[in-house]
């Protein structure tokens, strides 16, 4: 289905950083949205991008180097739909503020991700979360909204687990995260620290593991989100890897599959309706590898230009019932990638009437 919208122009927040970057990436060329503004901090707002930005991967877009940066304000601002790469230190109070005025805020931060009436979507998995935004609107008097996307090796486990939960029901998740740099940002963690080396600690990941799953494998019944039952233990670490978080996961489940039985329903998955089609949407969005030595980062972590998720080695295991491995790109699909899907849902649906359109 053709949304009825012909083009959206939209802005970038935190424009500068490394998943600002992305975003500025991922929007050239989209047939859906043009970007028109950057913004980011006080010390970038009135220089051209080009000055402000050091470019990090493949090449800058004209038309987006000679933007002037402007300030993250919605006085400044005169896109509807805003995507937000701002750190959650200043995410809060600015994100709030647009949605507020009236803007669709696509947001990367972990602000809002567990509020009761903000969205925290993986399209394939949870679209139809998105019906909450009526109820946001109405307890926070907002003419705009907040969508956030998840922690992005949250995301790898979700994608991998919706399935198997559909048709299963999970109950526990034993996971430990080989977390790739660019998760850390520019200039992210010193080579002196991570070459040759694993560093078993990401600040506050494993408690956004935790606590995000839940609500991304939970049941919207029309009025509110209601969380997954499911008990998760998460080992969170950084590995000298550019891109690609890895996740190794044992999980038990109500009804116990056999590792035949789950690779039926993984090969056979294909999400929610609504997003087949969409431009920045995987097809497929699960890649079943059955090589012992698969997925890697290198080899796997752009398919389906970075946004599908590659499982493999499903298999047996004696302390729970499944044991698989899943990985994706963490900047990509665990960030710029999966805010723009997000978008792109919401242009489908019709939930973007009113914010105007060029």
Same mark, same amino acid.
């Given at each position: 289905m053709t949304p009825s919208v012909t083009r959206w122009p939209v802005a970038v927040l935190g424009a500068t950083g490394a998943?600002?970057?992305a975003f500025i990436r991922l929007l050239d060329g989209h047939p859906w949205f043009d970007l028109i503004e950057v913004a980011a901090s006080e010390r970038s707002a009135g220089k051209s991008y080009r000055d402000a930005a050091k470019w990090l991967e493949g090449t800058l877009p004209d038309a987006v180097a000679t933007l %002037?940066?402007? =300030?993250? %304000?919605?006085?400044?601002? %005169? !896109?509807?739909?805003?995507?937000?790469?701002?750190?959650? +230190?200043? !995410?809060?109070?600015?994100?709030?503020?647009?949605?507020?005025?009236g803007r669709m805020v696509l947001s990367n931060a972990k602000n809002y991700r567990m509020d009761a009436d903000v969205p925290l979507v993986i399209p394939e998995v949870n679209g139809d979360h998105l019906g909450i935004l009526t109820a946001q609107r109405r307890n926070r008097g907002w003419s705009g909204a907040i969508v956030t996307n998840a922690n992005c090796a949250t995301t790898v486990m979700a994608a991998a687990l919706a399935p &198997?939960?559909?048709?299963?029901t999970v109950t526990k998740v034993f996971a430990t995260t080989m977390q790739a740099v660019s998760g850390a940002g520019y200039p992210g963690v010193a080579s002196l620290d991570i070459?040759? =080396?694993?560093?078993?600690?990401? +600040?506050?990941?494993?408690?956004?593991?935790?606590?995000? &799953?839940v609500k991304l494998l939970g049941r919207y019944d029309g009025t509110?989100?209601?969380?997954?039952?499911?008990? @998760?233990?998460?080992?969170? =670490?950084?590995?000298?890897?550019?891109?690609?978080?890895?996740?190794?996961?044992?999980?038990a489940f109500a009804t116990k599959p056999t590792p035949e039985q789950?690779?039926?329903? &993984?090969? =056979?998955? @294909?999400?929610h309706e609504a997003v087949r089609g969409l431009p920045?949407?995987?097809?497929? !969005?699960?890649?079943?590898r059955d090589e012992n030595d698969r997925p890697q980062p290198r080899r796997d972590a752009a398919r389906g230009r +970075?946004?599908? @998720? %590659?499982?493999?080695?499903?298999r047996g295991d004696h302390l729970f019932d499944l044991r698989l491995v899943a990985m994706s790109h963490n900047v990509v699909r665990g960030a710029a990638g999966g805010s723009i899907l997000n978008a792109e849902l919401l242009v489908k649906s019709g939930q973007l009437a009113g914010l105007g359109q060029s």
């Open positions: 998943v600002g970057q %002037t940066v402007k =300030n993250c %304000t919605p006085a400044e601002i %005169t !896109a509807p739909i805003v995507f937000s790469a701002l750190d959650s +230190g200043v !995410a809060g109070e600015v994100e709030a503020a647009f949605a507020k005025g &198997l939960h559909e048709a299963f070459l040759g =080396n694993v560093i078993p600690y990401i +600040g506050d990941e494993e408690p956004k593991i935790e606590t995000e &799953l509110s989100i209601h969380h997954a039952d499911i008990v @998760t233990s998460a080992h969170a =670490n950084r590995v000298p890897v550019e891109h690609g978080h890895t996740v190794c996961m044992s999980v789950a690779l039926v329903v &993984l090969r =056979n998955w @294909t999400g920045s949407a995987p097809a497929p !969005a699960l890649i079943i +970075g946004m599908a @998720t %590659t499982i493999g080695r499903v």
